[in-house]
């Protein structure tokens, strides 16, 4: 039954607003993304590489969740922009470090800066208290359905096109 003085029943369950407001923000963050010429695991290797400083490939690999295998073209995309490098261990000749280059960190500054802006506007209708408490809801029913890192399969991945 439809009430003149509201939306239908249906648009106002916590399902339809949760999967309506996913796919509002999912447009908006591929639009992010395209702007910046980035795919998910592109961003997701430069944000790690900003956060914890260079690592090792199969480390980083771990890190964002992708197949060993399936991280190469992603960092062969990023190194051809010059967004990242890839050199050997002076420890062990066999194995890759990744770190981000100059204009590596300077993308991953205007992200954070430009993410931060997107989701302000996105979330504009919520004071601060709001959206901590829209962030604690939401990460608790995050982790009630989303085993632990240390628990995943190196084949979940979201993402693996470079």
């Known amino acids: 039954m439809t009430s003149i003085d509201g939306p239908p029943e249906y648009e106002r369950g916590t399902g339809f607003l949760l999967s309506r407001l996913g796919a509002l923000a999912a447009r908006s963050w591929a639009a992010f993304l395209a702007a910046h010429g980035l795919t998910q695991s592109q961003y997701t290797v430069l944000v790690v590489l900003g956060e914890q400083g260079p690592q090792g490939q199969r480390r980083l690999a771990q890190l964002i969740a992708v197949d060993a295998r399936n991280i190469v073209p992603v960092l062969d995309a990023l190194a051809d922009r010059g967004l990242i490098e890839r050199r050997s261990d002076p420890e062990d000749r066999r194995r890759r470090i990744v770190a981000l280059t100059a204009d590596g960190v300077a993308l991953v500054d205007t ?39 240390d628990l995943r399969s190196d084949a979940v991945t979201f993402d693996q096109t470079p």
Do not use: C, E
């Open 111 to 149: 992200l954070a800066a430009t993410a931060t802006v997107r989701q302000d506007d996105f979330l504009r209708a919520l004071d601060g208290r709001d959206r901590r408490r829209l962030n604690d809801l939401l990460s608790r029913l995050y982790d009630a359905h989303i085993p632990p890192r």
